[in-house]
């Protein structure tokens, strides 16, 4: 089993660009999760996905949008880049009540 | 405000030592209680957990001591060891299968 897995690992972009960040999971999990990871800021729930086909919002959502291509993937899109953006990015999986399993995450940066 | 708010920083150990983790909460409602371990460039991964209807559980060199009427948890590490250097997040859970985590902390473990 691979887990959680993510792409890309790094990404650079300039301001205003978009871009996807890819994540699935072979657990057969139903919720899944995407968080960001800043310095001294802990984890922050960007968007979860509680089964196929539903997303909510999390703590952070504004700039982000999300899709729940199917049970396995959940990928989180970045209409229009800015500087605040920068941060690492961490994908999650669970079922209900029990731990969430992260991705390696994806470091972005822009510019 | 669902708030977890989490001391120290940052902590540096000698091996042996006993470091202590605390972590303070306001909502009663939440009802699990998780430690995340993530070492440099990978992501967080479930350490120990524990639910409010016991005051503490270890496993291992490592033990979670739960305060329910302070609305405070810490973790200890016995005889640490410089392969527990690392970064500790703290986190709460209640009935959403959404975590809300501590803003981490950091500690190193020297020979």
């Known amino acids: 089993n691979a887990g959680v897995t993510q792409t890309p690992k790094f990404q650079v972009l300039k301001t205003g660009q978009s871009m996807t960040l890819q994540c699935a999971q072979d657990m057969n999990h139903n919720s899944m999760y995407w968080y960001r990871q800043d310095p001294g800021m802990g984890l922050r729930l960007i968007y979860y996905s509680a089964s196929e086909g539903t997303t909510d919002k999390g703590e952070v959502p504004n700039g982000y949008n999300v899709s729940r291509l199917n049970k396995r993937e959940f990928s989180l899109r970045l209409e229009s880049a800015a500087p605040s953006q920068t941060s690492v990015y961490f994908c999650?999986?669970?079922?209900?009540?029990?731990?969430?399993?992260f991705g390696p995450g994806t470091r972005l940066t822009v510019t | 405000q669902q708030q977890v708010k989490q001391s120290p920083q940052s902590l540096i150990v000698q091996k042996g030592g006993i470091p202590i983790i605390n972590c303070a909460y306001e909502?009663?409602?939440?009802?699990?209680f998780p430690w995340y371990q993530q070492f440099p460039g990978k992501g967080p991964a479930l350490l120990i957990a524990i639910r409010p209807d016991v005051s503490e559980k270890k496993e291992g060199r490592f033990t979670i001591s739960f305060n329910k009427s302070a609305k405070q948890f810490s973790l200890h590490i016995m005889d640490s060891q410089p392969g527990d250097s690392a970064t500790y997040f703290c986190a709460a859970e209640f009935n959403t299968d959404k975590l809300i985590f501590g803003t981490g902390t950091r500690l190193q473990v020297f020979p």
């Open positions: 909502n009663t409602a939440f009802d699990y």
């Open positions: 999650a999986s669970s079922e209900v009540g029990v731990e969430q399993y």
